[in-house]
């Protein structure tokens, strides 16, 4: 028995090609996953206040937030070489798991705070030329 396998695109766009409604339909679905990254991965299903500039605020400085993240794990992929095939983003939820919450602890000695990172810690390297990159 022979299989038949049909795609059907439904628009209203004037004369437009196969190949183009395709790749709108392709972009209309990343949009989609970006969308659900922000909503979920970094927390912001429910608006914190009935207030709407309040809101405005928390949305604002959660797109700030999400497109640090974004470049964080776009250097990230392109440092990261030990992986056998090429990565070509991560989700923010991986960033923030593998770059974001290293282990580490705070240290007071000398009237000065510093940061102590676990020297085995598999993303520590990554971490500093991604600090190095984006702090000098």
């Known amino acids: 028995m022979p299989e038949y396998e049909c795609k059907r695109?439904?628009?209203s766009l004037l004369e437009p090609t196969e190949e183009e409604i395709i790749e709108l339909y392709h972009m209309h679905a990343t949009s989609e996953q970006f969308?659900?990254?922000i909503k979920t991965d970094m927390d912001i299903e429910r608006l914190p206040s009935g207030?709407?500039?309040?809101?405005?605020i928390v949305l604002g400085l959660g797109g700030m937030v999400y497109?640090?993240?974004r470049l964080i794990g776009?250097?990230?992929?392109k440092l990261e070489t030990s992986k056998k095939r090429a990565i070509e983003r991560k989700r923010i939820k991986t960033v923030i798991k593998d770059m974001i919450m290293l282990?580490?602890?705070?240290?007071k000695h000398a009237r000065k705070k510093i940061i102590k990172i676990y020297k085995e810690e598999f993303q520590i390297?990554?971490?500093r030329e991604i600090y190095e990159l984006t702090c000098t």
Do not use: D
């Open 74 to 77: 776009q250097i990230n992929c």
């Open 125 to 127: 390297s990554i971490f």
């Open 9 to 11: 695109y439904v628009t």
């Open 35 to 37: 969308h659900s990254e």
């Open 67 to 69: 497109n640090i993240l």
């Open 103 to 107: 282990a580490s602890k705070l240290v």
């Open 51 to 56: 207030k709407f500039s309040t809101n405005e």
